[in-house]
């Protein structure tokens, strides 16, 4: 392996590991579970690395990695799910962030309620802007199934999560 693609790729998970864990743990609803699907998709890409053309491969070839291990990971084996812990953010030096903060928390546990397939759809289609193609294909499922896992999902949270709706339509109205 080149060195200078050795060089990049370091460079690639020092800066967007943070990113990759906030995506990991809106899939898994688990701070450590989310860490190990990044470690994992990780030693995936760096496997790879003679593969990828260019560092900006990187990026999509570890998230497609993280989306099919925990895919994997849900065909594997059940077992009971739980939010024992938080993924912190970065603070912000102005204001009181105690709102968000509730919103975080109410959000984490309601997604953790959801399944796993369709807490993975909406993660990919609101968290990740991806299409419902999109999220298919890295789902290795139907779109079909993308929408109605979808529909499932925002009338299970609407059920589950009513505080999240009225914090959406307050901030809605405030703008």
Known sequence: MDDA???????????RTPALLRTAFLLTGDRHLAEDLVQDAL???????????????????????????????????????????ELQDA???????SDRVDLQISLHQALARLTRRQRAVLVLRYFEDRTEAEA????????????????????RLRTIAPDL???????????
């Open 5 to 15: 693609v050795a060089a990049d790729f370091s460079d690639f998970v020092r800066t």
């Open 43 to 85: 030693a995936r890409t760096h496997r790879a690395l003679r593969k990828l053309a260019d560092e900006g491969h990187f990026e999509a070839y570890t998230r497609t990695a993280m989306y099919h291990l925990h895919i994997s990971r849900w065909r594997r084996r059940r077992f009971a799910e739980s939010l024992p812990g």
């Open 91 to 97: 603070p912000h030096p102005a204001g009181d962030h």
């Open 136 to 155: 298919a294909t890295l789902l290795s499922c139907s779109i079909g199934t993308v929408k109605s896992q979808t529909s499932k999902a925002l009338a």
């Open 165 to 175: 709706l009225e914090s959406s339509a307050t901030k809605g109205a405030a703008r």
